[in-house]
Protein backbone atom coordinates (compact mmCIF):
# COMPACT_ATOMS: atom_id res chain seq x y z
CA UNK A 1 0.00 0.00 0.00
CA UNK A 2 2.76 2.66 0.89
CA UNK A 3 4.89 1.45 -2.20
CA UNK A 4 1.91 2.43 -4.19
CA UNK A 5 1.32 5.74 -2.84
CA UNK A 6 5.31 6.50 -2.81
CA UNK A 7 5.32 8.54 -6.14
CA UNK A 8 2.55 10.32 -6.11
CA UNK A 9 3.71 11.54 -2.64
CA UNK A 10 6.96 12.50 -4.48
CA UNK A 11 4.88 14.23 -7.06
CA UNK A 12 2.65 16.14 -4.58
CA UNK A 13 6.05 17.77 -2.79
CA UNK A 14 7.53 18.72 -5.86
CA UNK A 15 4.79 20.27 -6.66
CA UNK A 16 4.60 22.37 -3.37
CA UNK A 17 8.20 23.57 -3.38
CA UNK A 18 8.03 24.28 -7.37
CA UNK A 19 4.98 26.69 -6.33
CA UNK A 20 6.54 27.75 -3.08
CA UNK A 21 9.88 28.94 -5.53
CA UNK A 22 7.04 30.54 -7.78
CA UNK A 23 5.46 32.75 -5.37
CA UNK A 24 8.84 33.54 -3.55
CA UNK A 25 10.50 34.64 -7.27
CA UNK A 26 6.93 36.99 -7.96
CA UNK A 27 7.36 38.28 -4.80
CA UNK A 28 8.43 42.05 -4.34
CA UNK A 29 10.40 41.88 -1.33
CA UNK A 30 13.71 39.65 -0.91
CA UNK A 31 13.63 39.01 2.67
CA UNK A 32 16.42 38.05 5.37
CA UNK A 33 14.99 36.84 8.72
CA UNK A 34 16.23 36.03 11.57
CA UNK A 35 14.52 35.22 14.86
CA UNK A 36 13.77 33.33 17.99
CA UNK A 37 11.61 30.50 17.80
CA UNK A 38 8.21 30.73 17.59
CA UNK A 39 8.24 33.66 15.61
CA UNK A 40 6.62 33.96 12.14
CA UNK A 41 8.95 32.49 9.72
CA UNK A 42 10.36 34.80 6.82
CA UNK A 43 8.15 33.06 4.17
CA UNK A 44 4.85 34.06 6.54
CA UNK A 45 6.56 38.14 6.41
CA UNK A 46 7.37 37.51 2.42
CA UNK A 47 3.41 36.61 2.19
CA UNK A 48 2.19 39.23 4.55
CA UNK A 49 3.99 42.15 2.14
CA UNK A 50 2.75 40.76 -0.83
CA UNK A 51 -0.52 40.55 0.46
CA UNK A 52 -1.00 44.39 1.77
CA UNK A 53 0.51 45.24 -1.52
CA UNK A 54 -2.19 43.50 -3.44
CA UNK A 55 0.19 42.65 -6.51
CA UNK A 56 1.61 46.36 -6.80
CA UNK A 57 5.04 44.82 -6.24
CA UNK A 58 7.81 45.03 -8.55
CA UNK A 59 9.06 41.53 -8.61
CA UNK A 60 11.73 42.47 -11.55
CA UNK A 61 13.28 44.75 -8.47
CA UNK A 62 12.42 43.42 -4.94
CA UNK A 63 13.28 45.66 -1.57
CA UNK A 64 16.33 43.54 -0.40
CA UNK A 65 15.25 43.51 3.30
CA UNK A 66 17.47 42.46 6.11
CA UNK A 67 16.00 41.87 9.69
CA UNK A 68 17.38 40.68 13.09
CA UNK A 69 14.83 39.90 15.45
CA UNK A 70 16.23 39.63 19.52
CA UNK A 71 14.50 39.08 22.58
CA UNK A 72 14.97 41.96 25.41
CA UNK A 73 13.59 41.72 29.34
CA UNK A 74 10.57 40.03 27.70
CA UNK A 75 10.06 42.01 24.53
CA UNK A 76 11.09 41.62 21.17
CA UNK A 77 13.10 44.01 19.42
CA UNK A 78 13.32 43.92 14.86
CA UNK A 79 15.88 45.92 13.11
CA UNK A 80 15.10 46.29 9.29
CA UNK A 81 18.11 47.52 6.87
CA UNK A 82 17.53 48.31 3.41
CA UNK A 83 19.52 49.38 0.56
CA UNK A 84 18.86 51.27 -2.09
CA UNK A 85 20.62 53.86 -4.59
CA UNK A 86 19.84 56.67 -1.27
CA UNK A 87 21.80 54.62 1.14
CA UNK A 88 21.12 52.13 3.19
CA UNK A 89 17.80 52.75 6.04
CA UNK A 90 17.11 51.47 9.59
CA UNK A 91 14.17 51.38 11.38
CA UNK A 92 14.18 49.45 14.89
CA UNK A 93 9.92 48.40 15.88
CA UNK A 94 9.48 46.36 19.50
CA UNK A 95 6.47 44.95 20.25
CA UNK A 96 5.08 42.85 23.45
CA UNK A 97 4.76 39.51 21.11
CA UNK A 98 7.18 38.63 18.56
CA UNK A 99 3.59 37.46 16.29
CA UNK A 100 2.42 41.36 16.74
CA UNK A 101 6.44 42.23 15.90
CA UNK A 102 6.43 40.14 12.65
CA UNK A 103 2.73 42.17 11.30
CA UNK A 104 4.75 45.50 11.92
CA UNK A 105 7.84 44.58 10.11
CA UNK A 106 5.83 43.50 7.21
CA UNK A 107 3.79 46.36 7.34
CA UNK A 108 7.23 48.75 7.48
CA UNK A 109 8.29 46.63 4.36
CA UNK A 110 5.29 46.98 2.17
CA UNK A 111 5.41 50.76 3.16
CA UNK A 112 9.19 50.76 2.14
CA UNK A 113 7.92 49.67 -1.19
CA UNK A 114 4.38 51.03 -1.66
CA UNK A 115 3.68 54.44 0.61
CA UNK A 116 0.49 54.30 -0.35
CA UNK A 117 -0.11 51.16 0.79
CA UNK A 118 -2.68 52.26 3.31
CA UNK A 119 -5.06 54.50 1.01
CA UNK A 120 -6.51 51.51 -0.87
CA UNK A 121 -6.96 48.40 1.73
CA UNK A 122 -5.89 44.97 0.63
CA UNK A 123 -8.51 42.84 -0.85
CA UNK A 124 -10.55 40.96 1.89
CA UNK A 125 -9.73 36.98 1.89
CA UNK A 126 -12.76 35.16 0.68
CA UNK A 127 -15.78 34.89 3.93
CA UNK A 128 -15.57 31.38 5.63
CA UNK A 129 -18.32 29.35 4.95
CA UNK A 130 -20.34 28.93 7.95
CA UNK A 131 -20.54 25.00 8.90
CA UNK A 132 -23.88 23.76 8.58
CA UNK A 133 -26.08 22.08 11.45
CA UNK A 134 -27.15 19.29 11.73
CA UNK A 135 -30.48 18.43 13.42
CA UNK A 136 -30.90 15.80 15.44
CA UNK A 137 -33.19 12.89 14.13
CA UNK A 138 -36.97 12.81 15.24
CA UNK A 139 -37.87 9.74 17.65
CA UNK A 140 -40.79 8.73 19.32
CA UNK A 141 -42.01 10.28 22.42
CA UNK A 142 -41.45 6.89 24.54
CA UNK A 143 -38.36 6.46 22.82
CA UNK A 144 -35.34 6.94 25.04
CA UNK A 145 -32.49 7.95 22.08
CA UNK A 146 -28.75 9.74 23.28
CA UNK A 147 -28.52 13.01 21.69
CA UNK A 148 -25.28 14.43 20.94
CA UNK A 149 -24.24 17.38 23.76
CA UNK A 150 -21.66 18.47 21.46
CA UNK A 151 -21.71 22.38 21.39
CA UNK A 152 -22.42 24.42 18.68
CA UNK A 153 -19.67 25.93 17.06
CA UNK A 154 -19.42 29.98 18.37
CA UNK A 155 -20.04 31.96 15.09
CA UNK A 156 -15.96 33.29 14.09
CA UNK A 157 -15.15 36.34 16.38
CA UNK A 158 -14.76 39.46 14.24
CA UNK A 159 -10.99 40.11 13.40
CA UNK A 160 -9.78 43.50 15.15
CA UNK A 161 -8.65 45.82 13.14
CA UNK A 162 -4.83 46.30 12.42
CA UNK A 163 -3.78 49.91 13.10
CA UNK A 164 -0.79 51.16 10.98
CA UNK A 165 1.87 52.54 12.91
CA UNK A 166 2.79 55.79 12.24
CA UNK A 167 5.53 56.86 9.52
CA UNK A 168 8.83 56.74 11.68
CA UNK A 169 12.14 58.30 10.50
CA UNK A 170 15.34 55.88 10.05
CA UNK A 171 16.51 54.89 13.68
CA UNK A 172 13.33 55.51 15.62
CA UNK A 173 11.88 53.12 18.01
CA UNK A 174 8.43 52.73 17.79
CA UNK A 175 6.26 50.66 20.25
CA UNK A 176 3.22 48.71 19.07
CA UNK A 177 1.44 48.30 22.13
CA UNK A 178 1.25 50.38 24.92
CA UNK A 179 2.43 48.48 27.53
CA UNK A 180 4.56 50.48 29.67
CA UNK A 181 8.37 49.42 29.71
CA UNK A 182 9.97 48.45 32.89
CA UNK A 183 12.42 51.55 33.86
CA UNK A 184 16.29 50.86 34.02
CA UNK A 185 17.92 50.30 37.34
CA UNK A 186 19.34 53.28 39.01
CA UNK A 187 22.99 52.94 39.03
CA UNK A 188 24.66 52.60 42.25
CA UNK A 189 26.44 55.43 43.77
CA UNK A 190 29.83 55.62 43.63
CA UNK A 191 31.49 55.45 46.69
CA UNK A 192 34.66 57.97 46.49
CA UNK A 193 37.51 56.48 49.47
CA UNK A 194 38.59 59.64 50.82
CA UNK A 195 41.82 61.28 49.60
CA UNK A 196 44.77 60.36 52.09
CA UNK A 197 46.49 63.89 51.30
CA UNK A 198 47.20 64.92 54.55
CA UNK A 199 45.45 68.51 55.00
CA UNK A 200 47.57 71.42 55.33
CA UNK A 201 48.80 72.99 58.25
CA UNK A 202 46.04 76.27 58.22
CA UNK A 203 47.27 79.52 57.42
CA UNK A 204 48.23 81.38 59.97
CA UNK A 205 46.64 84.94 59.99
CA UNK A 206 49.08 88.16 59.25
CA UNK A 207 50.31 90.03 62.65
CA UNK A 208 48.10 93.12 63.27
CA UNK A 209 49.45 96.20 61.62
CA UNK A 210 51.82 98.36 63.92
CA UNK A 211 51.97 102.12 63.83
CA UNK A 212 54.32 105.07 65.60
CA UNK A 213 52.74 108.22 66.53
CA UNK A 214 54.38 111.42 67.61
CA UNK A 215 52.70 113.93 68.38
CA UNK A 216 52.43 117.66 70.27
CA UNK A 217 50.59 118.49 73.84
CA UNK A 218 48.53 121.48 75.01
CA UNK A 219 47.82 121.05 78.02
CA UNK A 220 45.10 123.31 80.21
CA UNK A 221 44.59 122.69 84.54
CA UNK A 222 48.16 121.19 84.87
CA UNK A 223 50.16 123.72 85.48
CA UNK A 224 49.20 127.62 86.33
CA UNK A 225 49.75 128.71 82.95
CA UNK A 226 48.75 126.75 79.34
CA UNK A 227 51.45 124.36 78.50
CA UNK A 228 52.85 123.13 75.25
CA UNK A 229 54.75 119.53 75.28
CA UNK A 230 55.43 116.95 73.31
CA UNK A 231 55.10 112.83 73.45
CA UNK A 232 54.95 109.43 71.50
CA UNK A 233 53.22 106.42 71.00
CA UNK A 234 53.25 102.64 69.79
CA UNK A 235 50.31 101.02 68.85
CA UNK A 236 49.23 97.89 67.92
CA UNK A 237 45.94 97.54 65.37
CA UNK A 238 43.14 94.30 66.22
CA UNK A 239 40.30 94.72 63.49
CA UNK A 240 38.70 97.88 64.19
CA UNK A 241 40.41 98.62 67.68
CA UNK A 242 44.08 99.63 68.40
CA UNK A 243 45.79 99.44 71.62
CA UNK A 244 48.13 102.42 72.60
CA UNK A 245 50.96 102.78 75.27
CA UNK A 246 53.19 105.97 75.34
CA UNK A 247 54.52 108.64 77.14
CA UNK A 248 54.98 112.62 77.72
CA UNK A 249 56.50 115.45 78.81
CA UNK A 250 55.44 118.78 79.61
CA UNK A 251 58.51 120.70 80.00
CA UNK A 252 59.64 123.50 82.71
CA UNK A 253 57.67 126.29 83.14
CA UNK A 254 58.00 128.96 85.55
CA UNK A 255 55.88 131.51 87.31
CA UNK A 256 55.68 134.16 89.93
CA UNK A 257 54.25 133.39 93.26
CA UNK A 258 51.45 136.02 93.30
CA UNK A 259 52.11 136.89 96.55
CA UNK A 260 55.69 138.42 96.48
CA UNK A 261 57.12 139.34 93.46
CA UNK A 262 60.88 138.18 93.40
CA UNK A 263 60.15 134.70 94.23
CA UNK A 264 59.52 131.99 91.04
CA UNK A 265 58.49 128.79 90.77
CA UNK A 266 59.33 125.98 88.07
CA UNK A 267 57.25 123.09 87.09
CA UNK A 268 57.63 119.67 84.85
CA UNK A 269 55.36 116.79 84.23
CA UNK A 270 56.82 113.43 82.82
CA UNK A 271 53.88 110.81 82.09
CA UNK A 272 53.58 107.37 80.43
CA UNK A 273 50.12 106.49 79.25
CA UNK A 274 48.06 103.41 78.33
CA UNK A 275 44.99 103.47 76.31
CA UNK A 276 42.89 102.19 73.58
CA UNK A 277 40.81 103.72 70.87
CA UNK A 278 37.82 102.27 68.46
CA UNK A 279 37.22 103.34 64.47
CA UNK A 280 33.41 103.73 64.56
CA UNK A 281 33.83 105.44 61.30
CA UNK A 282 36.33 103.95 58.33
CA UNK A 283 36.19 105.73 55.10
CA UNK A 284 39.32 106.16 53.44
CA UNK A 285 41.69 107.87 53.90
CA UNK A 286 39.75 109.35 56.66
CA UNK A 287 38.95 107.40 59.99
CA UNK A 288 37.06 108.77 63.53
CA UNK A 289 36.69 107.69 66.91
CA UNK A 290 36.81 107.55 70.60
CA UNK A 291 39.95 106.81 73.11
CA UNK A 292 40.06 106.25 76.63
CA UNK A 293 43.68 106.27 78.67
CA UNK A 294 45.06 105.91 81.87
CA UNK A 295 48.23 108.06 82.59
CA UNK A 296 50.30 107.98 85.97
CA UNK A 297 53.52 110.31 86.22
CA UNK A 298 55.68 112.72 87.88
CA UNK A 299 55.48 116.55 88.50
CA UNK A 300 58.33 118.11 89.69
CA UNK A 301 58.48 121.91 91.28
CA UNK A 302 61.05 124.13 92.27
CA UNK A 303 60.97 127.72 94.12
CA UNK A 304 63.82 130.40 93.32
CA UNK A 305 64.17 134.18 94.62
CA UNK A 306 63.67 133.44 97.96
CA UNK A 307 65.83 132.77 101.37
CA UNK A 308 65.27 129.49 101.74
CA UNK A 309 65.01 128.40 97.83
CA UNK A 310 63.58 124.49 97.61
CA UNK A 311 62.05 121.54 95.58
CA UNK A 312 59.74 118.95 95.61
CA UNK A 313 57.65 116.25 93.91
CA UNK A 314 54.41 114.23 93.97
CA UNK A 315 52.69 111.14 92.19
CA UNK A 316 50.31 112.12 89.15
CA UNK A 317 47.46 109.81 88.26
CA UNK A 318 44.97 110.71 85.60
CA UNK A 319 41.56 109.09 83.77
CA UNK A 320 41.07 110.98 80.73
CA UNK A 321 38.52 110.61 77.56
CA UNK A 322 38.50 112.04 74.05
CA UNK A 323 38.03 111.58 70.49
CA UNK A 324 40.84 111.36 67.66
CA UNK A 325 40.47 111.92 64.25
CA UNK A 326 43.00 110.64 61.40
CA UNK A 327 43.45 111.37 58.01
CA UNK A 328 45.87 109.16 55.72
CA UNK A 329 46.73 111.58 52.93
CA UNK A 330 50.08 109.39 52.11
CA UNK A 331 49.92 105.93 52.76
CA UNK A 332 51.17 104.79 55.44
CA UNK A 333 51.64 108.31 56.79
CA UNK A 334 48.38 109.88 58.37
CA UNK A 335 47.82 113.18 60.00
CA UNK A 336 46.24 112.83 63.53
CA UNK A 337 43.93 115.37 65.38
CA UNK A 338 42.92 114.74 69.17
CA UNK A 339 40.86 115.85 71.81
CA UNK A 340 39.99 115.02 75.24
CA UNK A 341 39.23 116.01 79.03
CA UNK A 342 40.67 114.19 82.16
CA UNK A 343 40.38 114.05 85.56
CA UNK A 344 42.79 113.65 88.01
CA UNK A 345 42.58 111.00 90.58
CA UNK A 346 45.56 112.82 92.38
CA UNK A 347 45.59 116.72 93.15
CA UNK A 348 48.80 117.33 94.00
CA UNK A 349 49.49 120.41 95.69
CA UNK A 350 52.87 122.97 95.45
CA UNK A 351 53.72 124.87 98.77
CA UNK A 352 56.40 126.79 100.12
CA UNK A 353 57.61 127.06 103.37
CA UNK A 354 56.44 130.69 104.84
CA UNK A 355 54.00 131.11 101.22
CA UNK A 356 51.84 128.20 102.02
CA UNK A 357 50.20 126.67 98.84
CA UNK A 358 50.93 128.73 95.54
CA UNK A 359 49.13 125.90 92.95
CA UNK A 360 46.78 123.15 92.56
CA UNK A 361 46.02 121.06 89.61
CA UNK A 362 42.18 121.51 88.12
CA UNK A 363 39.62 119.34 89.10
CA UNK A 364 39.27 118.81 85.17
CA UNK A 365 41.97 119.33 82.86
CA UNK A 366 42.03 119.23 79.25
CA UNK A 367 44.23 117.91 76.48
CA UNK A 368 44.52 118.48 72.62
CA UNK A 369 47.27 116.58 70.25
CA UNK A 370 48.29 117.37 66.93
CA UNK A 371 50.91 114.86 65.13
CA UNK A 372 52.01 112.43 62.64
CA UNK A 373 50.78 108.42 62.19
CA UNK A 374 53.15 106.21 60.59
CA UNK A 375 51.75 102.73 60.39
CA UNK A 376 53.82 99.48 59.24
Same mark, same amino acid.
Given at each position: ???? $? ?15 ? *? ?26 ? *? ?19 ? !? *? #? ?16 ? !? ?64 ? $???? @? !? ?26 ? @? ?11 ? @? ?25 ? %? ?23 ? %? ?11 ? *? ?32 ? #? ?68 ? %??? !? %?
Amino acid at each position: MLRA $RAPSLIVAVLASLGLAA *DAHASSGVRLRWSAPEGCPTAEAISAEV *DRLLGGRGSPEAPLDVTAEVK !R *D #AGRYRVRLETRSDEGPRV !REVDAASCAALGEAAALIIAMMIEPDVLAEPPPESPPRPEPKRVEPPKVAPTTQTSIDSTPEPSPP $RPEP @Q !RVAPPTVPPTTRTSIDSTPKPSPPRPEP @QRVAPSTVPPSAP @QQPPPPPMALFVRALADVGSFPAPTLG %FGAALSLFVGRYRLEAGISYLPTRA %FAFPTLDTATGNI *DLTLAHVGACAAFLQRRPFELGPCVSFEAGRIQS #ASAGISSPGQGAAAWLAFSAGGRFAWTFARPVSLVVGVGAGVPVVHPELAVSGLGAVHRASPVIGRAELG %FEV !R %F
